[in-house]
């Protein structure tokens, strides 16, 4: 079992930052691929951002050159650093682990990831 624990979150203005943090704990997660999703009132839960055991990333096309996933293998943590935030970043996000040991592969679908945080809201007003 592992459980994820999202913070961070909040109200921030169209063009302000804001940096997501997870917290691992019940397993070390350091060999495994680690990610983050959003959902937005009405909409699909999409993927955002992937970070795999060698801190290799993959971001979707709506947060590329915007937002910046990292991870502290010694705190068992992975970060999303988000700039330039706009009104339809606006979500639930959601921090995310796939336990596929040393697995190279960049991962984009709900299914492929086993296990989900809580989730934290993240409003950018205009």
């Known amino acids: 079992q592992v459980q994820l624990v999202e913070s961070g979150g909040g109200l921030v203005q169209a063009g302000g930052s804001l940096r997501l943090s997870c917290a691992a704990s019940?397993?070390?997660?350091?060999?495994?691929?680690m990610g983050w999703f959003r959902q937005a009132p009405g909409k699909e839960r999409e993927f955002v951002a992937t970070i795999n055991w060698i801190s290799n990333t993959y971001y979707a096309d709506s947060v590329k050159g915007r937002f910046t996933i990292s991870r502290d293998n010694a705190k068992n943590t992975v970060y999303l650093q988000m700039n330039s935030l706009k009104p339809e970043d606006t979500a639930v996000y959601y921090c995310v682990v796939r336990t596929g040991y040393r697995d190279s592969y960049y991962y984009t679908r709900r299914n492929d990831y086993d296990y989900w945080g809580q989730g934290t809201q993240v409003t950018v007003s205009s």
């Open positions: 019940g397993r070390t997660v350091s060999s495994y691929t």
